[in-house]
């Protein structure tokens, strides 16, 4: 069996192709010019540019975190090109009809077709190429609604105010080393703001796409849901086949006003390298929401991708009664590295929080889980339901579990448990016996042990995260 | 730096017997040390800072006398502030086991000293180059040693002291080991033990690490097993100005089994903190380890469980549970299992909780008329007497029991 | 001593009682049988006062008090006992602390004084041995790890210990041999004496071969549908429950 599993971990990335489009890229390294440069070109107001600064000086005191259970060569940030977009969009497209086709090609190929007309209904998207938004659907359907969403650039020139009002808010601008060099250099990114009571009328979506090499991707998106309103957010991510590592350091900002709720789903498939490890994102995500009164967060990930992730999306339940989910499923094969998981900052009383985590480790990789619980001492009645499940396919990969549990409340419970299985050769045989081939027995099993997760995403993405999952285990049984 | 480990460093040049080269190499590893701050991982929550400058004595002449247990006949070897006051020459030792002063040279010594002991912890470090004192209990092959071997350790106001306990078991050997320690003055000391448990041997094993008040005990029980070795060990922690221990348990063999229960009752305003690490370098082993704390008003409770499983470590089975009740608001946790896992036919968990109470169970006491106040301390209490009951020596836990009792009951008063 | 009427009880979302009359005078033994999922356990939770079973409506007086507004121990120092069918394993308790507690508590909410140590240890040594419980039981955590039967065993020793005005047995045969079926009828019945009552919760009818019951009631869908004397519970064992003419299998809540 094992030795089944060690055959050929060769598996085709679907998305790894390059795109023919003419860009504009600035040359690599990173000073205060670059920033004053970037700044300028996206017409920003003085602040943001003081912001930024601000942020840069605060990240070059800083060093990069070495505690989490990855290992990769240093970055060298003056190798890193900082902004890049495609030629046409120096005059921003009107309409789709404007954009580049080769551009909504790459789309299309990806699967995500932009044209409305051939869209999944119900479903408004932003593209977000290297460094900006290329176009973003529905928006008249949604500002019908009162609903802005629209590439972060813009709403700094549009909102400027709601901008300035919440960024920086959830995730500080110094928070950690990744997350102040996003401050510092994020070039684009998605913005949403829900009025009060308003229901989102249709799923939002951001698609996030690296094309240029040698460049970094550091996008920045602000969700902000007014009290008692309602939104479910998608984003999915890839990037073409490249020898060279590439960096994503992505902040993601959630406000959920007093009643408010937000769903955030994220199908991650960024190129994860060959099978020697060669290549490959660097996914160093910082995502976090914060939750006033009865409000709820719900984070679900399905992370396939990337060489190297570390990403931890969590939520403050700052407000009493607040709630906070966060389901993940982790599939790392061939060389892949992810350390994720999220943190559970309870403050409020009788606040809750579930965390299921599902790791998949195949091949060579190493897959952890790393948590936070804490219970705030006024965190009267609060709960925690936390559940780790770890599976490994082969005897050369890792499944770890870190979770660190802090409490300071005695009337606050914390449940906290974590297994770890293998897909059994007993499993194996029956399906075997029933007519079924290895490889379609494991994604079978692999897909069974992570239904609790599946059935949280919006029904277009758990068809997706099936089959993103199927084809990442194709090749791992021989 | 710490002005305390400084002076570590110079007072080890003065050390000088027969285990200076070993000791020697533990020098060269402490110079190299950082003093353990906040991000320090193996000290997040344990601030250093009443060890950072400390000056105690080194020397005292109190004399104490080991603390009696009732029904328990056991082998005392006592230690004063870090001084052997048992004359070894007088023990009246059953065939097949010898003990010898550390001072003395024997190969026993030379084949554990150090070599169990993982060298990572700082205060191993310290202690292996300050211990001069310390006992070497050697267990002869085949040898079965009924009676226990029980090694006090009291600490004294106002003084700094080492002690070391290093434990070979031959072949199928089997003994039972407690280490008892105590002190409530202000003093420092730190207490490794390192066993080596040879193939098919069995130990018993307690640790009383009862310091309270303004003692700062810092030490760490260390176990290598070897090819269907059994190991047992209950360790009770009091928290005191800072208690902090690290228990190694190192299947080295194949087919051993560990069973590890801890249970820590921590006084308003103490310190406990406990670090265990399960090695399971070699197939088939299997693990249990069940730990349990209720802590009281403004005191802090650490708890770091660690499983690793190698590569080679196929068909282990180990486990891990915590549980932890904190009696009031000022009262904190932190507590993170950690799995660590690199081979694949392995069936591994571990669990933690806080705070969580078995609503059967409690409305089953209510059905008999207890109320719910009462009930809720009967099934609080339960689940750290519940270790006391799993202790395979009865006379040791019918002492424990009221004991801890006692110390539970005035917990739930100040809390 | 006991009166129940016209009570509807649910678990959750789904009503299981619906319109249960009985009445009970002291000394009476009643039995109540029925098949799976009539609402037999429901009964004896519900009279308990456990925490998720809910009365819908109905009144319940208790020697003249009201049943359902009281606590669960306030229920039990009131003199109402239930033996569980599945007693709970709480390791880490003993058995004699347990029980100590339990009869002091007791003792106390009858104005009478607390047992002294050695008071306790006869009485408990004398109940251990009345059901065949080794001594040594008394030191081990309650239920923990003993077999089905011992359990049981357990549950009536505690009913000895409790001496109560009215303990309700729910299905304290089930799982039991002959032998330990015996020993737990003679536990029992060495408490009938006349002023103490019964409910006895039962499946089939063995049972009651060795407690003679009073009364016999038949419990199907949450309310009794027949009462009788003791031939009611042969008829019973003769034609089965098929002749409350419904598909009556199901889970026992």
């Known amino acids: 069996m094992s030795e089944q599993i060690d055959q050929a971990l060769a598996r085709k990335y679907d998305a790894g192709f390059v795109s023919e489009i003419e860009s504009e890229t600035f040359p690599v390294g990173l000073d205060e010019d670059v920033i004053r440069r970037l700044s300028a070109i996206k017409g920003e107001p003085e602040w943001m540019l003081e912001w930024r600064l601000k942020a840069y000086r605060t990240w070059l005191k800083q060093t990069e975190p070495e505690w989490a259970h990855v290992d990769y060569p240093k970055i060298n940030y003056q190798d890193i090109s900082y902004y890049s977009a495609p030629k046409s969009m120096k005059d921003k497209p009107k309409s789709l009809d404007e954009v580049d086709p080769e551009l909504l090609r790459t789309y299309e190929k990806l699967g995500i077709p932009l044209h ?14 290297d460094s900006v938004s290329v176009v ?27 901008v300035k009002k919440y960024l920086g808010t959830v995730v500080p601008r110094g928070d950690n080393y990744f997350a102040a060099l996003n401050s510092a250099v994020f070039t684009d990114g998605s913005f949403v703001y829900i009025p009060k009571g308003v ?31 309602y939104v479910s957010y998608l984003e999915g991510c890839t990037a073409p086949q490249r020898d060279e590592n590439q960096l994503h350091a992505a902040v993601v900002e959630l406000v959920a006003l007093e009643g408010a709720e937000i769903k955030y789903s994220t199908v991650q498939n960024w190129y994860p390298g060959d099978e020697n490890g060669k290549g490959g994102i660097y996914n160093f995500v910082t995502k976090r929401g914060l939750c006033e009164k009865n409000a709820k967060i719900s984070w679900t990930q399905v992370e ?16 009493d009664n607040s709630v906070g989910e966060f389901y993940s499923v982790a599939l790392t094969r061939g060389k892949q590295q992810a350390d994720t998981g999220t943190k559970m900052i309870h403050l409020g009383k009788n606040t ?62 914390v449940e906290h448990e974590a297994t770890t299985s293998k897909v059994s050769d007993d499993q194996l045989f029956l399906c075997q016996q029933r007519g079924l081939d290895p490889e379609k027995a494991v994604s079978m099993i692999v897909n069974g042990f992570c239904k609790e997760v599946f059935r949280e995403l919006p029904m277009e993405f758990a068809v997706e995260a099936g089959k993103l999952l199927e084809i990442s285990l194709e090749g791992s049984v021989g | 730096m710490s002005q305390w480990l400084a002076h570590v460093i110079e007072r080890a040049a003065a050390v000088d017997d027969w285990l200076s080269p070993v000791r020697a190499e533990a020098l060269a590893k402490l110079k190299e040390q950082t003093w353990p701050g906040r991000r320090t991982e193996a000290w997040r929550y344990t601030s250093l800072h009443a060890v950072e400058d400390l000056s105690l004595a080194t020397e005292s002449s109190v004399q104490a006398e080991a603390p009696a247990i009732a029904g328990l006949d056991a082998l005392d070897l006592v230690f004063v502030d870090g ?6 020459a007088d023990l009246d030792l059953p065939e097949g086991l010898t003990i010898r002063a550390l001072t003395d040279k024997s190969e026993a010594a030379e084949h554990v000293f150090t070599k169990v002991k993982p060298s990572h912890h700082l205060f191993g470090l310290v202690n292996d180059v300050l211990a001069t004192q310390g006992v070497v209990i050697d267990v002869a092959q085949d040898a079965v040693i009924e009676r226990p071997i029980r090694v006090v350790n009291f600490a004294s106001d106002n003084v700094e002291s080492h002690t070391r306990v290093l434990v070979s078991l031959g072949k199928n050997a089997k003994a039972t080991v407690i280490e008892h320690g105590s002190g409530t003055g202000h003093s420092l000391n730190t207490a490794f033990a390192e066993y080596d448990i040879a193939n098919e041997a069995r130990l018993e094993h307690y640790r009383f690490a009862l310091h309270q008040g303004d003692a700062i005990h810092v030490g760490g029980s260390h176990f290598k097993l070897a090819n269907k070795s059994r190991l047992n060990s209950t360790l009770i922690g009091y928290g005191s100005q800072l208690t902090r221990l690290d228990v190694d348990i190192i299947h080295a063999g194949e087919h051993a089994h560990a069973k590890f229960n801890n249970a820590y009752l921590l006084a308003p305003k103490e310190h406990f903190d406990l670090h265990s690490t399960i090695e399971h370098a070699m197939p088939n082993g299997t693990t249990e380890e069940n730990a349990r704390g209720i802590i009281g008003d403004k005191a802090k409770a650490v708890f770091n469980g660690r499983i690793h499983i190698h590569r080679d470590a196929q068909k282990t089975l180990a486990e891990l549970n915590n549980r932890n009740l904190l009696l009031s608001r000022g009262a904190q946790i932190n507590t993170k299992p950690e799995l660590e896992i690199y081979a694949d036919d392995v069936q591994c968990a571990h669990g933690a909780t806080v705070a969580e109470i078995d609503e059967e169970a409690l409305y089953y006491l209510l059905t008999r008329g207890i109320n719910k106040q009462m ?29 801890l009792k006692q110390r539970f009951e005035d917990m739930m008063e100040r809390s | 001593m006991l009166t129940i009427k016209d009570l509807h009880a649910r678990v959750e979302e789904k009503t299981i009682i619906k319109g249960l009359n009985l009445e009970i005078k002291p000394g009476e033994v009643h039995a109540i049988m029925g098949p799976n999922g009539a609402g037999k356990s429901t009964l004896g939770y519900v009279l308990s006062g456990r925490e998720g079973y809910e009365v819908e409506q109905g009144e319940v007086t208790f020697n003249g008090a009201n049943l359902l507004e009281m606590e669960v121990e306030e229920r039990a120092q009131a003199g109402l006992f239930l033996a569980f069918q599945y007693p709970v394993e709480i390791p880490g308790v003993s058995n004699m602390e347990f029980m100590k507690e339990s009869v002091n508590a007791m003792r106390k909410a009858r104005g009478e004084d607390e047992l002294s140590s050695a008071e306790f240890l006869k009485k408990a040594k004398a109940a251990c041995k009345q059901v065949n419980l080794p001594l040594d ?41 002959v032998d330990a079926l015996q020993v737990v009828a003679n536990g029992v019945n060495s408490q009938r004496d006349g002023k103490r009552s019964f409910i006895v919760v039962t499946h089939y009818q063995r049972l009651l071969d060795f407690i003679e019951p009073d009364y016999v009631h038949i419990l199907a869908q949450g309310k009794i549908v027949k009462s009788g004397g003791p031939e009611l519970a042969k008829e019973v064992e003769a034609s089965g429950y098929a002749w409350l003419g419904q598909a009556q299998e199901g889970e026992e809540a």
Not at chain 1, 201 to 216: A, D, V
Not at chain 1, 304 to 312: D, E, H, N, P
Not at chain 3, 151 to 158: C, G, P, T
């Open chain 2, 375 to 403: 009930a809720l301390v009967m099934l609080n209490f339960g689940f750290v007497q519940e270790l006391v009951f799993d202790m395979p020596n009865k006379a040791l836990a019918d002492w424990l029991q009221p004991i």
């Open chain 1, 352 to 413: 809750k929080s579930t965390i299921i985590s599902k790791g998949i480790s195949a091949g060579y990789s190493n897959n952890a889980y790393r948590g936070l619980v804490r219970m705030g001492p006024g965190a009267e009645g609060a709960r925690n339901f936390t559940e780790c499940d770890s599976l490994l396919i082969g005897d050369k990969c890792g499944a770890h579990t870190f979770p660190y549990i802090e409490s300071s409340n005695p009337s606050a419970i």
């Open chain 1, 116 to 129: 409305e007309q051939e869209m999944l209904a119900g479903v408004a998207v932003d593209a977000v190429f």
């Open chain 1, 304 to 319: 396939t991708g990337s060489a190297v992730t570390w990403k931890y999306p969590s939520c403050i339940l700052k407000g």
């Open chain 2, 83 to 88: 001084r052997l006051t048992t004359p070894l």
């Open chain 1, 199 to 229: 229901r989102c009328p249709m799923e939002l979506s951001t698609y996030f796409r690296i094309n240029e090499q040698n460049t970094g991707q550091f996008e920045r998106t602000l969700i902000v849901a007014d009290e008692g309103s």
């Open chain 3, 137 to 177: 039981f008394l030191k081990r955590g309650v239920n923990e790890g003993f077999s089905g039967g011992e359990k049981k065993r357990n549950e009536i020793m505690q009913l000895i210990m409790l001496e109560p005005k009215l303990a309700i047995l729910d299905e304290s045969d089930s799982g039991l041999d």
């Open chain 1, 136 to 162: 973003t659907t529905f928006r008249e359907k949604l500002e019908e609604a009162g609903v802005i969403f629209c590439p972060i650039s813009e709403a700094l020139q549009k909102y400027p105010d709601l």
